[in-house]
């Protein structure tokens, strides 16, 4: 139930909600566990969409560095409310939201020494922001975060963005609906999310076919390779919504799940139904050909977790 929940919210912050400019940023800085007052580095990726003058929706990847006896990463799907866009100068905001996160936790009790625990908690943000009349901003931003069961934490980053104008957002702007079918190869390591995180090359065969004007489906093959943890192999199907940047480029998220054979798994289950949760950002050379970068983080109910990126080349019929 909570994976279900979790697909649905954060493909929601994904939805083409207007028809202005998008944003991508990237943040960097410091984390305080508010509890034991420990301190380690932050580091955040987001995905904003303006609704009107005074409002926007944002998706962001926040890994949240390294405290003792953690690892711990997520996503936060926010709303804002902010001072007027404008072409040049600064904005504020303000944002709130869930957060989705993945906590890698050392125990005497688990296989191996750690966990793989999942959970929901809050996230509320205040954020400042200059704009330069290049498209270009930089930005600030504190954020504090609630998750249940969890330590909180206070954030602090700072970093740059840019914003995206020009084209309508619809995946197919540019293209015939026949020539959207693709196969695409891709391959890049694993990592699975223990402590020592132990790493493997991957090999993916995904078919993707649009369903509508920002929507996708794919079909894919993986083999995630082996590791002394996890030998894991199998078929995913997702969702999913997908923003155009500019002419070539797109981005998108897909969530869906992974019935897959692990050939290490202790507990003899051998095949399990995971879930999948991916990000992906597309390079369209022309009409047949398209480079992929993709993000994707394994779900598992059996501590092994896994991020799989991948780089690909496609080819679209």
Known sequence: MRLRLAALTLLAATLPLSAQAQDLSGMAGALKV???????????????????????????????????DHHRD????????????????????????R???????????????????????SIFSLQARWQFDNRWYAQAQVNRI???????????????????????GAKLHLQNWAHDD???MSTGQTII???????????????RRAAGKYVDWTATVVDEGSTDLAHRRGAAAQ???????????????????????????IQGHGTRLTGLLSAASRYHFNRRWVAQVAWNRVITDYHRDADVILVGVGRKF
Request: net charge negative.
């Open 34 to 68: 508010n509890a034991s007052n420990e301190r380690t580095f932050v580091a955040a990726i987001s995905y904003t969409q303006p609704v009107g003058n005074y409002n926007a929706m944002s998706l962001s990847y926040i890994n949240e560095g390294h405290p003792e």
């Open 239 to 265: 969702l999913w919504l997908v923003r155009s940047l500019n002419e070539k480029v797109e981005f998108g998220m897909g969530a869906g799940p992974y019935l897959a054979w692990d050939g290490r798994d």
């Open 182 to 184: 693709t196969f695409t």
């Open 146 to 168: 609630l998750p249940n069961g969890k330590d909180a934490t206070t954030h602090l980053l700072v970093g740059a963005g840019y914003r995206y104008d020009g084209v309508p």
């Open 193 to 207: 999310n223990s402590f020592r995180s132990e790493t493997s090359r991957p090999f993916t065969l995904e078919y």
């Open 99 to 121: 957060y989705f996160f993945f906590d890698t936790a050392k125990t005497d009790d688990a296989p191996h020494n750690f966990d793989n625990d999942h959970g929901w908690g």
């Open 74 to 97: 997520g996503m936060a799907g926010q709303v804002w409310l902010r001072t007027k866009n404008v072409e040049q100068g600064l904005m504020l905001g303000a944002g709130v939201g």
